[in-house]
């Protein structure tokens, strides 16, 4: 598109006429006839990868890469066989791993979709709501404070607009826009008449006509520099990569030091020594760990967005395990965001809200001034606006106000908006006594603006102490005569009390369960309100937030705090009123510099650095700003507090889920290598040929694994104390138990392997060896279900993943043992029913073993 240099220097008319649109925006017809031609608003993204690729990345392993050398090696000298087996055996685990990668890779997409920004266009003359790739040329975009920008633009109308464009020009500071036509050619940076896609709206409302789309914008030009958007390994992946570095280290040095024995020492053929270091290494180099944690994430965070809590960082997931302080808004999140007026405060007396007396003048008064200084509206087709407002609004209707009436006789001629920096609103209108402004807000902030008496003031907040005790929320109602309408911020000064207005926001019903829930599992819930200290000190009694011992103060009192005081301060508090975006960020510092992981939840623009800086932003997902939502780890369908603990409990589940699955690897790992060294220390035959162990590496192992990454969740996780931040999955009482586990089976596999070779010579003794030892590690997905023993219990049976794994491995294992032309490929003897018994009775024996182990362990625990 030409068009695009030169934007920012033609006039609107211009660009109207060259895109064929007007300022009432595109029909849907013809949008949809763009889309088309343009192709739809989106990034497309360098790293994709297609499955094929995929697929053939399975093979760019170094092991693999070993396995098809000793394949091609294999047919050189004539063993067909072996070849055919190896490659049929890296083939299998090849579409395994394919299958696993594209179904994780699938899910992270989906997730990225629910999360994916919307844009206010307007189509056929009405604002709608669209997902950001819907958007065309030639469309009409709304912008509020919050929102993020989803295409490139000229601006039509502005006031006041900021914008965040630090993605695309490196600025850090908002950037203040205007409609004015810019001669020359000027950067990026330059170009106020513009908005860029990527960009985000600090301040103010605007409109802007699209000029252009997806690549075509100035951030799809740099994304094909960006590299490719693949996710970040999380610290665990990290971790777990680094000790299977290590270990594999050591394992090929084992190996490479077997091989030599073989060949030097025992004089073996090299080929077969070879193939077998070959196939131990791969039978104990742990390849899998770091893909089985991001298979398990994968689907953790499926089970989340069921659940309300859509993950936008995996490392959200596993961080979520280890949260110890969640620090929560109230309204909306602990409470219902449905308000309802309860009381009403005129000529000193609280009246019930449904008690007032319409004839009387300061009541009448009240009740239109509430619904004209609002913004809200109530009618046939619902709410809209803020919970605040329209439940003034219901409250001049239910005593015969019609809204639309009393706005039509007194329309606004100006207003200064409400923000929660100044917690007040006015606007102006043309009443019967005069020129007018009416003002609500807060009442502390009101009454330092009101004309009063000491004594009148003294009463009002005695009034207000006495209704925000009962957990409701206060406004005050001001008015001024004014002679111009116009108003300025200096206007809401010396005014004439009109009366309060208490409304009632329950909490919750979850809410009380859910914070009792953290408690328990050792996480501190900390509610952060813009709300008045008493009120918010109420609803967080009656959640069980504020508890005895702990106490409810001010942002303000913060402010005063050093860093270290305020380290010192925070595990008292447990509600902060009167909050500002700066304390949040304080707040979640001190915190952390005590050594704990923050979850934090915001939804204003402000709100942003204190999400980044948390551990784990939580953003609304109902009412949080594009902003908010991209600076979050998390974003909560349903704006619940309720579902961040359950995103915990979600969390720890994950990750208990993944460290059975390691765990289960690295013992049946250990089981094989203990079992080969035994071997080979004892000057035994080699106890398995090398297909054996591929077989079992590669084709059994896996399915069991990934089960028990999916094992059903636990309520337990919650009665437990917070992961400590610092700590690793790879502790000493786990590797402990990962040997023991290892060396039980390998003792199984050993006396299968010496039972084999006093009946039938070395042949049996490896076909022994070998089934034991891939029989025993399928038992052994059992044991890798819990810490406690599971024999004889339901929990036995409930996973059916697990159970249809053991199947699965069974099953092959059996065709391998009993169809005859196999025998010759798989390298396995024809076993009695008798030795067929031993190695079912081994591997089982293996199984109660560990569970008796694990009984033990558990009683010395009680
Ligand atoms: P939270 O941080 O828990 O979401 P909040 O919603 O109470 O708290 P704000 O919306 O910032 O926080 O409101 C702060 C204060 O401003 C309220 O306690 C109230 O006194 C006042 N206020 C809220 N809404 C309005 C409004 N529409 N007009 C005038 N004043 C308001």
Redesign the pocket.
């Given at each position: 598109m030409k068009t695009e240099k030169t934007i920012w220097q033609k006039s609107r008319e211009e660009l109207f006429q060259e895109l064929s649109s007007t300022p009432e925006g595109l029909t849907g017809a013809e949008a949809a006839r763009r889309l088309e031609h343009y192709g739809p608003n989106e990034l497309q993204e360098g790293g994709r990868k297609s499955v094929l690729r995929i697929f053939l990345e399975q093979f760019a392993d170094f092991l693999v890469i070993i396995l098809i050398l000793a394949a091609v090696v294999s047919a050189i000298l004539g063993d067909v066989e072996s070849m055919a087996v190896i490659l049929a055996v890296i083939t299998m685990n090849a579409i395994l791993g394919t299958v696993q990668t594209v179904k994780a890779t699938a899910s992270l997409d989906s997730l990225k979709q629910m999360s994916a920004p919307t844009a206010k266009v307007v189509r056929d003359g009405q604002v709608v709501q669209l997902p950001g790739r819907e958007v065309t040329v030639g469309d009409v975009v709304v912008l509020e404070a919050g929102d993020s920008i989803c295409a490139d633009g000229r601006l039509l109308e502005c006031a006041s607009l900021k914008c965040a464009e630090s993605a695309l020009t490196g600025e850090s500071l908002p950037v203040e826009k205007d409609l004015a036509d810019i001669d020359g050619d000027v950067p990026l940076g330059d170009r106020k008449n513009m908005v860029f896609s990527g960009c985000f709206v600090t301040y103010g409302r605007a409109r802007f006509l699209v000029t252009s789309t997806g690549m075509h914008t100035e951030m799809g030009r740099i994304a094909a520099l960006l590299k490719s958007t693949e996710e970040k390994k999380t610290p665990l992946q990290v971790s777990l990569d680094q000790f299977g570095r290590k270990l594999s280290i050591g394992i090929l040095v084992i190996c490479a030091l077997l091989f030599a024995v073989s060949v030097f020492l025992r004089g073996e053929n090299v080929m077969n020594a070879f193939l077998f270091a070959v196939a131990l290494a791969v039978a104990a180099i742990p390849e899998a760990l770091s893909s089985i944690v991001t298979i398990v994430l994968s689907f953790g965070t499926q089970k989340m967005a069921r659940e309300h809590a859509i993950i936008r960082k995996l490392q959200a997931v596993e961080g979520l395990g280890s949260v110890s302080v969640i620090c929560s808004?109230?309204?909306?999140?602990l409470t219902q965001n449905k308000m309802t007026v309860k009381k009403l405060c005129t000529g000193g007396q609280i009246i019930p809200a449904d008690g007032a007396d319409f004839s009387r003048p300061e009541q009448r008064e009240l009740l239109r001034a509430a619904l004209l200084c609002?913004d809200a509206t109530v009618n046939e087709s619902g709410e809209v606006g803020?919970p605040?407002?329209t439940a003034l609004v219901r409250l001049g209707e239910s005593y015969g106000f019609d809204e639309a009436e009393a706005r039509g006789k007194y329309p606004r001629l100006a207003e200064l908006p409400?923000d929660?920096d100044r917690?007040?609103?006015s606007t102006v209108h043309q009443l019967p006594d005069g020129l007018t402004m009416l003002t609500?807000?807060?009442?502390d902030v009101m009454l330092g603006r009101t004309r009063l008496s000491p004594e009148e003031k003294a009463e009002i907040e005695r009034m207000n102490e006495e209704l925000s005790q009962q957990g409701l929320?206060?406004?005050a109602f001001g008015k001024r005569m004014l002679t111009a309408p116009a108003i300025g911020l200096e206007d809401e000064n010396d005014l004439q009390f009109l009366g309060l207005i208490a409304m009632m926001d329950p909490p919750r019903e979850e809410s009380k369960a859910a914070v009792g829930e953290c408690i328990a599992a050792g996480i501190r819930p900390i509610m952060?309100?813009?709300?008045?200290k008493v009120t918010a000190s109420a609803i967080a009694k009656e959640i069980g937030i504020l508890t005895p011992g702990t106490e409810a103060v001010e942002g303000a009192v913060i402010e005063s705090m050093s860093d270290e005081e305020l380290r010192e301060f925070v595990p008292r508090v447990s509600v902060y009123a009167r909050?500002s975006p700066e304390h949040k960020i304080r707040i979640v510092r001190a915190w952390q510099e005590r050594g704990n992981l923050v979850a934090m939840t915001g939804?204003g623009v402000n709100d942003a650095p204190a999400l980044k800086q948390a551990d784990i932003g939580v953003a609304m997902g109902i009412t949080g700003t594009e902003v908010a939502k991209d600076a979050a780890g998390m974003v909560l369908t349903d704006d619940n507090f309720a579902t961040i603990v359950q995103a915990v409990k979600n969390g720890r589940n994950v990750y208990t889920n993944i460290k059975k699955a390691i765990q289960f690897l690295l013992s049946g790992n250990t089981a094989g290598i203990l079992t080969v060294l035994y071997a080979s220390l004892a000057g035994l035959p080699v106890p398995f040929a090398a297909v054996h162990l591929l077989f079992i590496n590669l084709l059994t192992d896996s399915l069991p694994a990934i089960a028990l990454g999916l094992e059903p969740h636990s309520d337990a996780v919650m009665q437990e104390k917070p992961r400590p931040r610092s700590e690793g999955i790879l502790t000493k009482p786990f590797l402990l138990s990962v040997g023991t586990e290892g060396l039980v089976i390998a003792l199984a596999t050993i006396i299968a392997f010496h039972i084999g070779l006093a009946s039938g010579g070395a042949a049996v003794a490896s076909t022994m060896a070998f089934a034991t030892l891939c029989l025993s590690r399928l038992f052994h997905g059992v044991n890798c279900k819990s810490g406690h023993p599971v024999l004889f219990t339901r929990a036995f049976w409930n996973n059916k993943f697990l159970l249809g794994a053991f199947a699965v491995g069974a099953l092959l294992l059996a065709a391998v043992l009993l169809i005859p032309p196999l025998e010759p490929l798989f390298q396995v003897a024809e076993l009695s029913i008798g030795l067929v018994g031993c190695i079912v009775g081994l591997a089982f024996g293996s199984m109660v073993v560990i569970q008796v182990l694990k009984a033990i362990r558990s009683m010395g625990k009680k």
């Open positions: 808004d109230k309204t909306g999140t609002s803020d605040t407002e409400f929660s917690k007040l609103m609500k807000g807060a009442v929320r206060v406004l952060i309100t813009g709300d008045h909050v939804d």
